[in-house]
C-alpha cells in the first residue's frame, strides 16, 4: 500500500518538472535567429521547404534514371530506399545552400 503510495507520489512530482523542463527547453529555442525563408509570388516559404520539394524532384529524376538503366529490381526494400534518398537530397542541399 504504501509502495503504490510511494509510486504515485513520485509520479505527481516527476510529472511538473517534467512540463517545467519541456517549457524551458521550448522558451529558449524561441530566441534562435529566424530561418531563411524565400519570396515566392509574394509568399515567405521557409527554406526547408524549398529544399524538400526539391529533394523530393531529384529523387523521382533518380527513380526514373534507375528505371532506365533497371536498377530498380535490385533495390530491396524501396520503402525505405526512396525516402532515404528523399531525406539524402533534402539535407544536401540545406547543407550546400544555408550552412
Known amino acids: 500500500m504504501t509502495r503504490t503510495l510511494n509510486s504515485l507520489s513520485r509520479k505527481r512530482l516527476i510529472r511538473p518538472v517534467a512540463v517545467t523542463a519541456c517549457s524551458i527547453a521550448a ?3 524561441a530566441g534562435c535567429s529566424r530561418a531563411p525563408s524565400f519570396d ?20 523521382v529524376v533518380a527513380r526514373l534514371y534507375f528505371v532506365h538503366i533497371k536498377l530498380e529490381d535490385q533495390l ?21 545552400f544555408f550552412n
Not at 520503402?79 to 544536401?92: N, R
Open 27 to 29: 522558451l529558449s529555442t
Open 40 to 59: 515566392i509570388l509574394g509568399s515567405f516559404f521557409p527554406a526547408w521547404i524549398l529544399c524538400g520539394v526539391i529533394g523530393l524532384l531529384l529523387t
Open 76 to 96: 530491396k526494400p524501396l520503402i525505405l530506399v526512396y525516402p532515404c534518398l528523399a531525406a539524402f537530397f533534402a539535407f544536401s542541399l540545406w547543407l550546400l
